[in-house]
């Protein structure tokens, strides 16, 4: 008997401690649904947003801002400062021509050879340029890639007369005049230019080099206005899937899209 009344003691005391846990819990629950059932009325009350509307499809402007040639200051369009470019070019070898002829014919500074191949160089760049004006005329970019590609080659001699000349003038004075010696009149140059006449071509040859990329980007920038006149020109192009993601769901697409 004072067993069961022991049980029935602890048991009494169990039950008031699990009470107060239950009643900590209760209002924490119905905090919980109060928040999840205001939340939910927020959710429910929001307004959808409306989307956007598309924008309007882009319309191709020859003279727009984006195609006037920042390397002339934005002042031409890249069509008239890439004719521009080709008569400068011109103009400024026709006078390396003569200089060369009047070195070759008065002082004997240079041999023949100079002369011919300014000629040479001469010629090439009116053929390119001709043809770069003619493709900017009738809007056919690929006859401007002659002209880009004899600029590299300029650009190209130009840099590497360059470097030849200061490397030749940093092994010595007599290292320089035996290697020059087969080309030009040293004692013509030393007394032309100077004593420093290596260091005098290498500046003349960077500063060449330099307006020749000037020249290459004015072309190029030209080029790439008549590639994207030509594409606007030819309407909105449709998306070729399968050439684009290379798989068999994309080709399987195409070829859907080709039949409808």
């Not at 067993?3 to 048991?11: A, C, L, S, Y």
């Not at 927020?42 to 191709?60: G, H, N, R, S, V």
């Not at 020059?180 to 032309?192: K, R």
């Amino acid at each position: 008997m004072a067993i069961v009344m022991v049980d029935e003691q602890q048991h009494h005391h169990h039950h008031q401690q699990q009470q107060p846990i239950s009643a900590a819990i209760g209002p924490i629950e119905m905090q919980q649904s109060a928040e999840v059932s205001t939340s939910s009325s927020t959710i429910e009350a929001a307004p959808l947003e409306a989307k956007d509307e598309p924008p309007a499809p882009y319309q191709f402007d020859p003279n727009d801002e984006f195609y006037l040639a920042p390397p002339t200051c934005q002042f031409l369009h890249y069509r008239d400062a890439a004719v521009v470019v080709g008569i400068v070019e011109i103009l400024l070898l026709t006078g390396t021509f003569f200089t060369a002829m009047n070195y070759y014919a008065g002082s004997r500074l240079v041999g023949v050879w100079a002369p011919l191949l300014v000629a040479s160089v001469l010629c090439i760049a009116i053929g390119t340029t001709v043809s770069m004006i003619y493709g900017i005329r009738h809007e056919q970019p690929q006859m401007l890639w002659p002209q880009i590609y004899f600029l590299k080659v300029e650009i190209c001699l130009l840099m590497a007369g360059a470097v030849f000349s200061i490397s030749c003038m940093c092994m010595g004075i007599e290292a320089t005049n035996m290697i020059f010696s087969h080309f030009i009149s040293v004692p013509q140059m030393e007394l032309n230019f100077g004593p420093i006449w290596p260091f005098n071509l290498a500046i003349v040859s960077f500063s060449g080099a330099a307006l020749g990329i000037w020249f290459d980007v004015i072309v190029r920038g030209c080029l790439d206005y008549l590639l994207d006149k030509e594409y606007f020109a030819q309407g909105p192009q449709p998306i070729q899937i399968g050439e684009c993601f290379g798989t068999a769901e994309g080709r399987r697409e195409n070829e859907r899209q080709t039949d409808e």
